[in-house]
């Protein structure tokens, strides 16, 4: 059913459990696993963005390539990893059209209120633009309150 699934993560906990999901549809339906962390850097006075880009990624490799190792000891053989580049809703829409993508997997920080107008969501974002089919993962009641 699902060939290609993606799982976006930012390496925090309420991505995990996506992650945990997403592992298992990947080892149900024998699906080729897509862990995915976006890279945004927003200029700043004072600051060297290169250095900031570069330590961003160097992180988002070391998330992804964790995660692909996890999903690979779990016994799922085809496992993608990468790093992209840009706004996360917009770099999570173009990998799920590049990439053939049936099932996107992500997590959700359940804000509500003020906090989901001014801050927006990535996740929302995904849910209402992607053509593909998009599982939200609630987090744990603490992540919910932070």
């Known amino acids: 059913?699902?060939?290609?699934?993606?799982?976006?993560?930012?390496?925090?906990?309420?991505?995990?459990?996506?992650f945990e999901h997403a592992l298992d549809l990947a080892e149900t339906y024998d699906s080729e696993l897509h862990v995915v962390y976006?890279?945004?850097?927003?200029?700043?006075?004072?600051?060297?963005?290169?250095?900031?880009?570069?330590?961003?990624?160097?992180?988002?490799t070391e998330t992804t390539e964790s995660l692909g190792d996890r999903a690979r000891d779990a016994g799922v053989e085809r496992v993608t990893t990468d790093v992209?580049?840009?706004?996360?809703?917009?770099?999570?829409?173009?990998?799920?059209?590049?990439n053939d993508i049936d099932l996107v997997v992500m997590g959700?920080?359940?804000?509500?209120?003020?906090?989901?107008?001014?801050?927006?969501?990535v996740t929302e974002k995904v849910v209402r633009l992607c053509d593909a089919p998009v599982l939200t993962v609630r987090g744990g009641r603490e992540e919910d309150e932070a």
Do not use: F, K
């Open 84 to 98: 992209v580049n840009g706004r996360p809703h917009r770099a999570i829409l173009e990998y799920v059209e590049d």
């Open 38 to 60: 976006a890279v945004s850097v927003t200029p700043a006075a004072d600051v060297d963005m290169a250095t900031v880009q570069r330590e961003l990624e160097n992180v988002g």
């Open 108 to 121: 959700t920080r359940g804000r509500t209120g003020i906090d989901r107008y001014l801050l927006g969501s």
């Open 1 to 18: 059913m699902y060939e290609h699934i993606l799982v976006p993560t930012d390496g925090s906990e309420v991505a995990d459990r996506a």
